[in-house]
């Protein structure tokens, strides 16, 4: 299959919304990564999904909406709470868990009887929804287990001779997925953090539980309750290896343990260690989540054998840099 690249002029999401309404599956930005998009509710569409990206049938998709009416078709029953979280953070990085109506098809819920539902902020998502009048069941756009993409040219790297087209909208702003949330005890639990932090759900509602799958690995024989978390996640081929310490017990630990392709990932160049290639990801948390994957994915083309990482702090959308990184570095962290 010929993958084409598609800008965002209205031409162009005009012929992807065509093929979108003939069950296919279009590259998409949104303000967190790119996705994999199709009609949530066409069964065939879905299977493809899963196909293009090798996704275990058990991982659910997310299903994207342009406005807060969509919801009821999806949703069998809506929380009080998400009206008003809906509100406050729609359009946004949000991912809001509700029992799924039987318009729904159970590929898309990878069989469970909830569906995540987002409305993303980015024009280009929102027009797609729009003119294609559907909506629109969309994971992250990479290879099942590598970091998700967050320009087009990451995602016709994955994608390419597997979907037929990729609209281009430029960088991801954000760059880690959506927070989702499932309703609990009248409050929030989050399943996976993101952009939307526990301080922003704290200014809406005063119980906000955070799942122990965010920080932790789950035991083997655990419930997840989001699926997408038992799964080996945003793993470059390098071994990253997550250092917990001060800058100069990481310095010291670097250059007694580097040996041939060892790179560090670091806040600021000052940071670098004598004779050990680097690259940066940023300094506030923000910054780190915007470039993260990126990152993780120009540390293979360089040929990284291992990566160590200076720990982000795990304030506001720290918490999802956090999360991310320990997964891909297979939850080896030293603290020094
Ligand atoms: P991705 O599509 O790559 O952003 O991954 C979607 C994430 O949302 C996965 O980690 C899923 O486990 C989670 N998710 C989606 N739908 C549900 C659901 N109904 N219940 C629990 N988690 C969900
Ligand atoms: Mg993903």
Redesign the pocket.
Known sequence: MNTVILSASNEDIAFAASLINKGEVVGIPTET?Y?LAADAMNEEAVKKIFKAKGRPAD????VHVSRFEMVYDIALEIPPLAHKLAERFWPGPL?M?MP?SDKIPDVT??G?D???IRYPSHPVAQALINISDKPLA???ANLSGSP?PTNCARVYEDMRGRIPAIIDGGECDVGV??T?I?FEDGGIRI??PGKISVEDFLTVTDKVYVDKGVLAQLDADAV??????KYKHYSPKANIILIDSEVDAFKNYVSQNKCENTYCLLFDESEAVAGVGFLTYGVTSEEQAHYLFERLREFDEMGAKTVYARCPSKDGVGLAVYNRILRSAGFNLIKL
Not at 59 to 62: D, E, F
Not at 224 to 229: D, I, L, R, V
């Open positions: 990564v996705g991982n659910p998709l997310i991912t868990i799924k819920s990878g469970l909830t569906v995540g969309a994971p992250s998700s997925e959506s989702v499932s399943l996976r997840a309750k989001s699926p997408g978390m």
